[in-house]
């Protein structure tokens, strides 16, 4: 499958009134073949570039932080990890 149809397949399913954890659960195993076929980069990889996106734009960690949780489903611990792994990339801003 190509990665575009993919991709248009996760933004159909978020116009559709879904339960948040089913969509995170479909968004997962979605994102788990992209990797499988080369076609993503692993969910890690993108929530270090999510985040190092928003600090290089010097947004506060707390905002990053809940956004990491919502659009990646995960938890306050790994949103901090994930934002403690950035900022050894991205220079301190804050």
Same mark, same amino acid.
């Given at each position: 499958?190509?990665? %575009?149809?993919l991709? +248009?397949?996760?933004?159909?399913?978020g116009?559709?009134?879904?339960a948040?954890?089913?969509?995170?659960?479909?968004?997962?195993?979605?994102q788990?073949v992209?990797?499988r076929?080369?076609?993503?980069?692993? =969910?890690? +990889?993108?929530?270090?570039?999510?985040a190092r +996106?928003? =600090?290089?734009?010097?947004?506060?960690?707390?905002?990053?932080? %809940?956004?990491?949780?919502?659009?990646?489903s995960?938890?306050?611990?790994?949103?901090y990890r %994930?934002i403690?792994?950035? =900022?050894?990339?991205?220079?301190?801003?804050r």
């Amino acid at each position: 499958m190509r990665t %575009d149809l993919l991709a +248009e397949l996760l933004a159909e399913l978020g116009k559709r009134k879904v339960a948040p954890a089913a969509m995170a659960e479909v968004q997962q195993v979605i994102q788990e073949v992209r990797v499988r076929h080369g076609l993503a980069a692993s =969910l890690q +990889e993108q929530r270090m570039a999510f985040a190092r +996106e928003y =600090l290089t734009a010097g947004r506060p960690r707390t905002e990053i932080r %809940d956004r990491l949780m919502h659009r990646f489903s995960i938890g306050e611990s790994q949103a901090y990890r %994930d934002i403690q792994a950035a =900022l050894q990339i991205v220079p301190r801003n804050r």
